[in-house]
């Protein structure tokens, strides 16, 4: 009689759509070959973190996602990234309508030098609506949206620089929900942010991840545990593993992925 | 690339391995102490088991504490922190041999210097097996040796039996001596504190399993 017994215990989810497919993707800074035959698929209504010692290729891979990258002039691509299973490196795609539906949040807050109403209407304005009645709504719905509407509601024409980094930073995504995109990448984006505004910000992706995907960059691999669904990690260009976050920080299969995740790597 | 040590927290954990190793060392020699105390009538020794209790349940908590404060400080993850959630299921199961230790020394002092039914040998023999698979067990958690864990919790089996065994002896004894039924209560307790004390070293195969593969074994049913 057999009397060892595995239990089993894993939760099995329904598998979410995929909305970005990244297939066989390598990417050359001149001679340099920063990513290598990447293949990850990233899922709708999940936040995907991605980790990953320094220069291992985690911030060109998500600025390849909006075709950022591009304005590297000595970058060479290939493989595919379907977005919505449409290649984005097809020669017919326009960048300006793919970063339409793809949002992004950078590592240091970057509002413009205007007051936060201005901030939030600007893209709206730029798509062309000039309906205050709409532009208002707008603003008012984006705020909320970034968790910051009931800190700045009532001085909405101060100048966004006046407000601390946290709230810089929620305004920035608040500035990136106006455009109501599909996706929102994120670069370490709270990195230059004390622990409570880094909380603040983690919350909000938990709200975000219901009305949009999310792929985040980040350093702190506590930071991908704790707000993440699934995680790849990066090593030297190449994906070594990627995994619901659960399995990534409890039984990783690559033991480089144990090693970095258990700080005795980078 | 370079490999970076964790050099504080690979210290503090040698450190509560360390004291780990300490509390299974104690409990388990107090484990065979308090049948040797119960075999020779011996009252003092048995007081002292009760009172070396202390010891190991503060050892114990020690352990808890410094995992606890070790997880706070560290944030250890996967494997590391694996080894901390054992450590301290460990010392849990360690902590009540030394439990089941005191108990026997209590029947021993109930028991008094009532002479001994015969078939106590019994009891003598049930724990050098018992006390056979704590020790190898707890090398092979040193050690973090899976197969030869598997092969120790299959021991159970034979303590088990021992056992039911033991008690049935016990039982007919009682039955034709029925003005010996009070010691032999007793020592049917007690012979039931050797049969848990074997779970516990599956157990701790079990959580030595778990440590190396990440999922849960059920070793003995």
Same mark, same amino acid.
């Given at each position: 009689?057999?009397?060892?017994?595995?239990?089993?215990?894993?939760?099995?989810?329904?598998?979410? #759509?995929?909305?970005?497919?990244?297939?066989?993707?390598?990417?050359?800074?001149?001679?340099?070959?920063?990513?290598?035959?990447?293949?990850?698929?990233?899922?709708?209504?999940?936040?995907?973190?991605?980790?990953?010692?320094?220069?291992?290729?985690?911030?060109?891979?998500?600025?390849?996602?909006?075709?950022?990258?591009?304005?590297?002039?000595?970058?060479?691509? !290939?493989?595919?990234?379907?977005?919505?299973?449409?290649?984005?490196?097809?020669?017919?795609?326009?960048?300006?309508?793919?970063?339409?539906?793809?949002?992004?949040?950078?590592?240091?807050?970057?509002?413009?030098?205007?007051?936060?109403?201005?901030?939030?209407?600007?893209?709206?304005?730029?798509?062309?609506?000039?309906?205050?009645?709409?532009?208002?709504?707008?603003?008012?719905?984006?705020?909320?949206?970034?968790?910051?509407?009931?800190?700045?509601?009532?001085?909405?024409?101060?100048?966004? =620089?006046?407000?601390?980094?946290?709230?810089?930073?929620?305004?920035?995504?608040?500035?990136?929900?106006?455009?109501?995109?599909?996706?929102?990448?994120?670069?370490?984006?709270?990195?230059?942010?004390?622990?409570?505004?880094?909380?603040?910000?983690?919350?909000?992706?938990?709200?975000?991840?219901? #009305? =949009?995907?999310?792929?985040?960059?980040?350093?702190?691999?506590?930071?991908?545990?704790?707000?993440?669904?699934?995680?790849?990690?990066?090593? @030297?260009?190449?994906?070594?593993?990627?995994?619901?976050?659960?399995?990534?920080?409890?039984?990783?299969?690559?033991?480089?992925?144990?090693?970095?995740?258990?700080?005795?790597?980078? | 690339?370079?490999?970076?040590?964790?050099?504080?927290?690979?210290?503090?954990?040698?450190?509560? $391995?360390?004291?780990?190793?300490?509390?299974?060392?104690?409990?388990?020699?107090?484990?065979? @102490?308090?049948?040797? /105390?119960?075999?020779?009538?011996?009252?003092?020794?048995?007081?002292?088991?009760?009172?070396?209790?202390?010891?190991? @349940?503060?050892?114990?908590?020690?352990?808890?504490?410094?995992?606890?404060?070790?997880?706070?400080? $560290?944030?250890?993850?996967?494997?590391?922190?694996?080894?901390? *959630?054992?450590?301290?299921?460990?010392?849990?199961?360690?902590?009540?041999?030394?439990?089941?230790?005191?108990?026997?020394?209590?029947? !021993?002092?109930?028991?008094?210097?009532?002479? /001994?039914?015969?078939?106590?040998?019994?009891?003598?023999?049930?724990?050098?097996?018992?006390?056979? *698979?704590?020790?190898?067990?707890?090398?092979?958690?040193? @050690?973090?040796?899976?197969?030869?864990?598997?092969?120790?919790?299959?021991?159970? #089996?034979?303590?088990?039996? *021992?056992?039911?065994?033991?008690?049935?002896?016990?039982?007919?004894?009682?039955?034709?001596?029925?003005?010996? *039924?009070?010691?032999?209560?007793?020592?049917?307790?007690?012979?039931?504190?050797?049969?848990?004390?074997?779970?516990?070293?599956?157990?701790?195969?079990? $959580?030595?399993?778990?440590?190396?593969?990440?999922? /849960?074994?059920?070793?003995?049913?």
């Amino acid at each position: 009689m057999e009397q060892i017994l595995e239990k089993e215990s894993k939760i099995i989810l329904p598998t979410k #759509d995929i909305v970005y497919d990244t297939q066989q993707l390598n990417l050359w800074y001149g001679n340099h070959h920063a990513l290598k035959n990447i293949d990850l698929p990233i899922r709708e209504n999940e936040v995907t973190a991605i980790i990953g010692p320094s220069g291992c290729g985690k911030s060109t891979y998500i600025k390849t996602l909006n075709r950022m990258v591009e304005l590297v002039p000595t970058v060479k691509t !290939t493989g595919k990234i379907l977005y919505r299973e449409r290649n984005i490196f097809d020669a017919d795609y326009g960048v300006e309508e793919l970063r339409t539906k793809v949002g992004m949040v950078f590592q240091k807050p970057n509002p413009f030098p205007k007051s936060i109403y201005d901030n939030i209407a600007y893209g709206p304005r730029i798509h062309g609506i000039k309906n205050k009645k709409i532009l208002d709504e707008i603003v008012e719905k984006s705020l909320r949206g970034a968790a910051i509407w009931d800190e700045v509601k009532d001085r909405l024409t101060t100048n966004a =620089y006046s407000l601390s980094g946290g709230q810089q930073q929620r305004i920035c995504i608040a500035r990136c929900l106006a455009i109501e995109p599909d996706v929102i990448l994120m670069d370490e984006p709270t990195s230059a942010l004390d622990p409570i505004s880094t909380l603040k910000v983690e919350e909000l992706i938990q709200q975000l991840k219901e #009305d =949009y995907s999310i792929i985040i960059v980040t350093h702190n691999m506590q930071q991908a545990a704790r707000i993440s669904d699934k995680t790849a990690f990066f090593l @030297n260009g190449e994906v070594v593993e990627y995994d619901d976050t659960d399995i990534i920080f409890s039984t990783p299969s690559d033991n480089r992925t144990e090693d970095y995740i258990s700080g005795r790597f980078g | 690339m370079r490999m970076v040590g964790r050099e504080k927290f690979d210290a503090d954990l040698k450190y509560v $391995q360390d004291l780990l190793l300490e509390l299974s060392n104690t409990a388990i020699d107090t484990l065979n @102490n308090a049948i040797d /105390h119960l075999l020779d009538h011996n009252i003092e020794g048995a007081l002292t088991v009760i009172n070396n209790d202390i010891h190991i @349940n503060r050892l114990d908590e020690e352990i808890n504490d410094r995992v606890i404060l070790l997880i706070a400080k $560290q944030q250890p993850v996967a494997t590391d922190l694996r080894r901390l *959630m054992v450590l301290v299921k460990t010392a849990g199961d360690m902590e009540r041999i030394g439990d089941y230790a005191v108990n026997i020394a209590k029947e !021993t002092i109930r028991i008094g210097k009532d002479e /001994h039914i015969p078939s106590i040998h019994l009891l003598d023999e049930m724990r050098v097996k018992t006390i056979h *698979m704590l020790k190898q067990i707890l090398d092979a958690f040193v @050690n973090e040796d899976m197969e030869e864990a598997k092969l120790i919790a299959k021991l159970d #089996d034979d303590v088990d039996e *021992m056992y039911g065994k033991t008690i049935k002896v016990f039982l007919s004894t009682g039955i034709e001596n029925p003005e010996q *039924m009070g010691q032999i209560t007793q020592l049917s307790f007690v012979c039931r504190y050797l049969e848990r004390s074997a779970d516990h070293a599956t157990n701790i195969a079990e $959580q030595l399993l778990f440590l190396l593969k990440g999922k /849960h074994y059920e070793l003995n049913n």
